[in-house]
Structure formats: C-alpha cells, structure tokens
C-alpha cells in the first residue's frame, strides 16, 4: 500500500515525455481542428451552392413552363386560323 500511495494521483507514470513527442502530439492536435474546421467551412459552402443552385434551377423551370404555354397558346391560334 505505501508503494500505491506514492504513484501519482492524475493518471501519469511519472516519465517525462520527450520534448520532439511532445511538438508532434500538439501539431496532430491542432491539424486535427483546422481539418475539422476546414469542413465546416466547405459543408457551409457546399450548402449555399447547393440552396443558390435550386433557386436558378426553379427559375428556369417557371421560364420554360411560361415558354411551353405560350408556344401551346400560338399553337392553338395557327390551328384555329386553318
């Protein structure tokens, strides 16, 4: 039991990591959040292409359902005329 006792408390093995393990661990660290904030960015434009394209997609299709009816109403009046 004195031997329990004297082991740290925080988990720690006592050992001092080496100061290169200690520079890689931070850099995978901060690479790891600027990934994961570089996705959150790319989802965010990703979504406003995407809403921005259905809206000009819905544009031209009101246009062509406008152009279809007038080019029926033309049809019809040309036939009428015969």
């Known amino acids: ?43 965010k434009l990703l979504s406003f292409i995407k809403v921005l394209t259905l809206k000009v997609e819905t544009k031209i299709d009101h246009l062509l359902r406008a152009l279809r009816k007038k080019a029926q109403e033309l049809d019809k009046e040309l036939k009428k005329k015969k």
């Open 1 to 43: 039991m004195p031997v329990l006792a004297t082991l740290p408390k925080n988990g720690h093995h006592g050992f001092k990591k080496h100061a290169f393990i200690v520079r890689i661990e931070k850099r995978a660290k901060e690479l790891h959040f600027d990934f994961f904030h570089k996705q959150v960015w790319l989802h």
